[in-house]
């Protein structure tokens, strides 16, 4: 299997969103796809040892409030070590075009029950976070969040890595670096710089 070639090679960590935990929205969102099979790497991603991460988005089309709480259920029982909770923002280039999210309120929402839920588990501040809103990040580091993973991709190759438009890292990595630390200082917050392990493990 590859995950375990992945290990051999020295990968220690995966990450793999489920997005969604409904199999009929996961199969609208991926037509020809099988959330059964997602699932069940997750599952054997976390039984070689990786340290595992998931996650999913907030504000898909067609999501409901007890399909959020099914996500939240999924990743306690997975015992993620990791949690990509971000709101969904939709391409212009895809089909889901025009689709308008702006709930950045109920992302947070899902976010602090996260929290709650797993106690330890890494949640990172996402850069779509600060996309919609321009204190996304310290709002989701506040709400409960205790990661941030800027985008240090050169500006020539950003065009390239698109997930959604309006990403906010702009400039160098020390010129991103230095704007953390003054926005980690406006919440009194420290910017660490470890390897980031799940808290305990």
Do not use: W
Request: proline content about 6%; aromatic content about 6%; overall charge neutral.
């Amino acid at each position: 299997m590859e995950f375990q070639l992945f290990l051999q090679s020295g990968a220690d960590r995966y990450l793999l969103k489920q997005e969604t935990v409904s199999p009929k929205l996961y199969k609208y969102l991926r037509p020809g796809c099988q959330l059964d099979k997602r699932m069940q790497c997750l599952r054997s991603l976390k039984l070689l040892g990786f340290e595992t991460g998931t996650g999913n988005m907030v504000g898909l089309p067609g999501q409901t409030l007890e399909i959020l709480a099914d996500d939240l259920l999924f990743m306690k029982q997975l015992d993620a070590d990791m949690l990509g909770i971000g709101p969904f923002i939709a391409h212009p280039d895809t089909p889901f075009a025009g689709i308008e999210n702006d709930d950045i309120e109920l992302t947070l929402r899902v976010l602090a029950i996260a929290r709650l839920l797993t106690r330890n588990t890494n949640i990172p501040a996402t850069t779509a976070l600060a996309t919609l809103h321009p204190q996304g990040r310290l709002l989701a580091l506040q709400a409960g969040a205790n990661v941030v993973m800027p985008d240090f991709t050169p500006e020539i190759y950003k065009i390239h890595y698109e997930i959604c438009p309006g990403r906010t890292d702009v400039g160098s990595a020390a010129e991103i670096i230095s704007k953390l630390e003054k926005d980690f200082q406006s919440i009194d917050r420290t910017l660490l710089y470890s390897l980031g392990n799940r808290p305990g493990k």
